[in-house]
T-cell receptor, first 121, second 109 residues
Framework: GAVVSQHPSRVICKSGTSVKIECRSLDFQATTMFWYRQFPKKSLMLMATSNEGSKATYEQGVEKDKFLINHASLTLSTLTVTSAHPEDSSFYIC?????????????????FGNGTRLTVT | GQQLNQSPQSMFIQEGEDVSMNCTSSSIFNTWLWYKQDPGEGPVLLIALYKAGELTSNGRLTAQFGITRKDSFLNISASIPSDVGIYFCAGHTGNQFYFGTGTSLTVIP
């Protein structure tokens, strides 16, 4: 089955530093990947849609200069949390859907990475 | 973004009992997905539904895509302790997936 790998699983950083999270589709190509943030006991909150070869689309209220997304290849998207602050501490999850370029997004399911627990001290 | 209404919010059941949860939306969806999430991990796909009226099973799990395309349910039969976790529904419409608020399941041995 389709596998999405996310790294690191946990990271602790000091306030003011930047952290990069990687999301890889291991056995399929993903022209689109999604980045979510999840608060304890809450549902997934979509932050941005990562598009291979073009700029990411950010949801309302998500600062694009703070959460930098790069989708440079068909199997890798990265989320960089810049100048992290304690309020950025959260569980970040990526997802991808195996589909051919131009194929309707909803015709194949979303597969999720294992998430990254970010703690900013 | 849009959220799906998922119920119940939480369930406490005895091992061996059946479980039923559902999701409803005011919008029509083209795809319904059901996921299970364990603490500290990403959601794992359980069942994917692509056609209105579709009924699909995965072991002790059964899910249906509602005829109106605005709802879906997930049933778990003969629950076991490892069924504990949070279950999310997800629906696809337009170019987006939308997620339910989750059902927290506790199975008492």
């Amino acid at each position: 089955g389709a596998v999405v790998s996310q790294h690191p699983s946990r990271v602790i950083c000091k306030s003011g530093t930047s952290v990069k999270i990687e999301c890889r589709s291991l056995d399929f190509q993903a022209t689109t990947m999604f980045w979510y943030r999840q608060f304890p006991k809450k549902s997934l909150m979509l932050m941005a849609t990562s598009n291979e070869g073009s700029k990411a689309t950010y949801e309302q209220g998500v600062e694009k200069d703070k959460f930098l997304i790069n989708h440079a290849s068909l199997t890798l998207s990265t989320l960089t949390v810049t100048s992290a602050h304690p309020e950025d501490s959260s569980f970040y999850i990526c997802s991808a859907s195996p589909r051919a370029r131009g194929q309707v997004l909803g015709n194949s399911p979303l597969h999720f990475g294992n998430g990254t627990r970010l703690t900013v001290t | 973004g849009q959220q799906l209404n998922q119920s119940p919010q939480s369930m406490f059941i005895q091992e061996g009992e059946d479980v039923s949860m559902n999701c409803t939306s005011s919008s029509i969806f083209n795809t319904w997905l059901w996921y299970k999430q364990d603490p500290g991990e990403g959601p794992v796909l359980l069942i994917a539904l692509y056609k209105a009226g579709e009924l699909t099973s995965n072991g002790r799990l059964t899910a249906q895509f509602g005829i109106t395309r605005k709802d879906s349910f997930l049933n778990i039969s003969a629950s076991i302790p490892s069924d504990v976790g949070i279950y999310f529904c997800a629906g696809h419409t337009g170019n987006q997936f939308y997620f339910g608020t989750g059902t927290s399941l506790t199975v008492i041995p």
